[in-house]
């Protein structure tokens, strides 16, 4: 059985930190990319991250670049997502998937084959 399993989220106070984690089970780790979503109340959701399975390369929301940074752990089978000077509107559910980063957040988006249960981030001023 296919499992993503989202987890790190919390209250936090603007321009803290947060690092979130996404377990992968029942799929060779190898061979999906994952990706980071979010979507706050009432908001589109929106592409957040995504790093490739096959070199590593990282995509970046405009939102989050320089501020949030993906990384993976191959032995753990986990990939993480570290959130730093943290802002209310990124306050949303974030979401971890496994598919593709090609044409990450754009409309030519390949698509995400497998999708977790989101965890909660919330950011007060």
């Known amino acids: 059985e296919v499992q993503l399993q989202a987890s790190g989220g919390g209250l936090v106070q603007a321009g803290g930190s947060l690092n979130l984690s996404c377990a992968v089970s029942?799929?060779?780790?190898?061979?999906?990319?994952i990706g980071w979503f979010r979507q706050a109340p009432g908001k589109e959701r929106e592409a957040v991250s995504c790093i490739s399975s096959s070199d590593g390369s990282t995509y970046y929301a405009a939102s989050v670049k320089g501020r949030f940074t993906i990384s993976s752990d191959n032995a753990k089978n986990t990939v993480y997502l570290q959130m730093n000077m943290l802002k209310p509107e990124d306050t949303a559910v974030y979401y971890c998937a496994a598919g593709w980063c090609t044409g990450w957040g754009t409309q030519y988006h390949y698509g995400m084959d497998y999708w977790g249960k989101g965890t909660q981030v919330t950011v007060s001023s």
């Open positions: 029942g799929f060779g780790f190898d061979d999906h990319d």
